[in-house]
Structures are given as structure tokens and as C-alpha cells.
């Protein structure tokens, strides 16, 4: 994001260098930025397929998959009708007439289980990936007295539970999941992928080299069975206020996260 | 450890830089390295009260905060009475002689409980701090087809399981717990610890900056509610073979892990 121009009450972000555009509400909803951007980094740039963004919002991390992966397809799926529209506007968008054909929209609530997710277009074994930034942000982060910590702990297992179990039944068999939470959400994150999703890869993103992480990505293959490992961590700043140079080029699309 | 003596069997092996000398088996059981010298520097600087050093062998880690941690006084706790001859022998050496009075030495099975966890020595709420390394390389590396995979989950489920039930009984309110583990082992970790222990720190430990983690150091501390994070982590070497230098203040006693 290196441009912006207001428009009433949205923006026209330029994100990957201007490789895709985004429209986005100003000043509501969730902004698109770097959370996205590692998120869509840890699909690697060689997949082919069709990967579902669950909870897309306005669709910055499926844009990001798409401009990177030059063979994938992409859905956003989120129950928002306004953040869709947004990214219906973005689609429009004479910028992004290269992408637009590689990208469709369902309106859906990712938390639907059975029937309700197949008649709502979320079929099973459907997609060959799927990435997920759960809006684990939603008032949490805010909550301190120990009564408001403990419901919010359990929202998070509830949470990831859903999700989760969503990814589990849409993902063909050795499918793709990769998902960006907060290093608390950890416990949470293994319960709902045990027996669903082995192989599972975790990537603590840290602010600085001596600073605790803000973020994990957490990345995993339906159906198998090896153990979890924990990948050499992303530092997002120097020793001033920029990015490093693996950051920029993580949020510029022009490296993944794992390495592939 | 840098100077080594055969003598018949045994080894006598100096570890920060002379603060204490070990007596270990030169060919059999587990030889202590750089992995006791981490988890021993789990635990604060500051850190005054009884520890207990689970599964201590021939008592390195034990040994470590004693050296570094003066106002600490060490149990070493092990099923194995050849293993523990090695720390009785240490502890006469002349070079351990103004650590001798702050060590004592416990023959006790770890993963013992209720009754005869007491009637073994290990009393309930008799500790400040609780050390583990539990022997989780045993067998387990060399286990690739499947099924040995799955029975090593299974083990390493009940050994964590085990181990962090007797550090839950053993230690006070708001005791600590530092264990060091493969990142394989991490959920069952979480599990083993869900309302017991809060306020995790994982800290990963990789050989280099570009490898995935091959250690996990992990802390907690008893009947706390905080959320679990990610500590920045260690990296054990940097371009060549050699320590970096943050690995070799740990190794030798001259810092913590966790920077108290």
C-alpha cells in the first residue's frame, strides 16, 4: 500500500507495487495490511488451484494469491454483503482487469456446518486450499479483567473450531491450509487441527528481533500426519521504523513466507 | 564443556568455564550438552527457593542454577540410582565444593502419583520451580514408518501428560515450570498444561537463522490465566560451525534465556 486517494468514504489502495488495487471503506470495517499480505505469502508461489479466502472482507490476501500465483484461482467468501461489494468495486477496476478473471465472490458465513455450507456454495472437497485471517481482533484484544480474558478464550477455541472444521470438509484430501491468528490462539489452533491437518508448519512473525511475536502463521496439509515444526520467524522492522528487506518483499509479493 | 579427561568409564567435563565439573558416563546413558545448559537458563537470574530438577541424570542442568542462580538450592530428581551415582561423585569433587551444600539428591520416579509421589519424596507444594528435560529422544528420531510414528505420539502424549502432572503437584501457587522439548511435542505440551500452568513462554530454538527450530524451550507459571507467547528466539550458530554469541553466554552461564 503505497498510494491512496480518498473518494468519499472509501480509499483506492495500490498493494504488490501496483500489481493489484483494492477499494476499501475508509474509516469502518477491517483494513486490508500486512496481517494480509503474510497471510497470501504462505501459499507457495508455484500452487495451482482453487483456493478459498475464508472471511475475505474486502479480498486483499485472495488479490495477493492471485497477483503472486499466476496459475491459481480464487474465492472470497465472507457473509459481509458491504465488504463484498468492496470487493466487487475492486474487481471493476480497469487496474486490475488481469486478475479479475481468476477471481469469484460467494457470500457465505464460514461458521455453517453440513448442509447449510454445501446449499450456501462452500462444497466439500471443493478447493485444493484454503487461507483464513479469523477476526480474532474483535474486541479481545481490548478485554483485561480476567472474566472478559476467560470468555475470550473460550470465543478463540469456539472460534478456530468452526473455521477449522469448514477448511477440514472444503479442502480436497493433502489440501492446503494456511491461517494467521495471535500467538495466544495457539492452543486453540492445534485443537481444531488435530486428526484434521498434519505437517503443520508455524511461523512466529515478531515486530523486532528482541520483541515477543504479535503474530504466528500457522501452515498445514489435510490428512497428514507429520509432526509440527516451527519455522525460522519474520522480523517485520529493523533497528529504525522500516521494514526489513524480507518484510518488503513479503508485503510487496515478491517472496513467500516459507521460502517456496 | 571444554576440557574432557577419560578415566576408565567416565568423562570429567568442565561446564561454565570451570563454575562446576560433571562426572559422566562416557559411553552409556545420556551425556548432558547444550540442551541442559538451556533449560537450566530458563530459569531467572534472580530466582531464590527450591528447584527441582526432573529427570536431572547426572544432574547438569541442576548443577547450572546452582552455578548461575546463588540464592538457589536444587533437587535432583531421577529414577535411575547409576545415573545418580555420577551426581553423588560429581558432588564430591573438590571443584564443587562451595556448590555442594545447595544441591541434594532425590532417587524418585518421575511420572509417579498421588501417595506414592509423596511417599517418594516428592511432596506436594514443596518446590518453588520445576525443571524437566524429559527423555524424549529415546527411540523416538529414528521412528519413521508410520505406525512407529503414531505409537511415539501416543507416548509422547502420556510423557508430557505424566511429567507436568507431577510438576503441577509438586510445585506452590504461582511456582514455575521450564521444560525443553522437540517443537514435535508442543501440543501435547499445551495440553498437559491447560489449567495448570498459564502465562506460557515458547521460545524456539534453531541451529541456524535459515532452519526450521530444532528445540522448544517452554515456561509457565502455576494457576496463572495469561495467554501464551513467543519469545524471540535462540539461534545456536551463525555462518560457520561456531556458537553465536548470544548461545555461548547461555551455554556458559553468563545469561539467561529469557533475558532475566
Known amino acids: 500500500m503505497n498510494e491512496a486517494m480518498t473518494e468519499e468514504e472509501v480509499t483506492l489502495d495500490a498493494f504488490h507495487r501496483g500489481a493489484f488495487w483494492l477499494v476499501q471503506p475508509a474509516r469502518r470495517g477491517h ?60 474487481l471493476a477496476l480497469e487496474q486490475n482487469e488481469d486478475l479479475r478473471n481468476r477471481i469469484d465472490i460467494l457470500e457465505a458465513d464460514v461458521t455453517l456446518a453440513g448442509k447449510e455450507r454445501n446449499a450456501a456454495g462452500l462444497e466439500d472437497r471443493s478447493f485444493d486450499f484454503a487461507i483464513m485471517n479469523p477476526p480474532f481482533n474483535a474486541g479481545v484484544d481490548r478485554a483485561t479483567p480476567d472474566a472478559l480474558k476467560r470468555l475470550a478464550h473460550v470465543m478463540d477455541d469456539d472460534l478456530f473450531e468452526r473455521w477449522i472444521r469448514t477448511a477440514t470438509a472444503i479442502v480436497k484430501p493433502r489440501g492446503g491450509l494456511a491461517l494467521i491468528a495471535r500467538p495466544g490462539s495457539l492452543h486453540a489452533i492445534l485443537m481444531a487441527m488435530a486428526g484434521r491437518f498434519g505437517n503443520a508448519e508455524i511461523l512466529p512473525v515478531h515486530p523486532r528481533e528482541d520483541a515477543a511475536a504479535i503474530r504466528i502463521v500457522v501452515r498445514a496439509r489435510a490428512g497428514a500426519r507429520g509432526g509440527l515444526s516451527v519455522r525460522p520467524p519474520l522480523f517485520l522492522h529493523g533497528k529504525g521504523d522500516s521494514f526489513t528487506a524480507r518484510a518488503d518483499d513479503i508485503n510487496n509479493g515478491r517472496a513467500s513466507l516459507f521460502g517456496d
Not at 62 to 75: D, E, H, I, M, P
Open 31 to 90: 483494513r486490508a495490511g500486512v496481517d494480509a499480505m503474510m497471510l497470501a505469502a504462505a501459499v507457495p508461489g508455484s500452487f495451482s488451484g482453487r483456493l478459498a479466502d475464508l472471511g475475505s472482507g474486502a479480498g486483499a490476501a485472495g488479490f495477493a494469491v492471485v497477483a503472486r500465483c499466476r496459475a491459481s484461482s480464487v474465492t472470497l467468501v465472507d457473509r459481509s454483503p458491504e465488504m463484498l461489494e468492496f470487493a466487487r468495486r475492486s
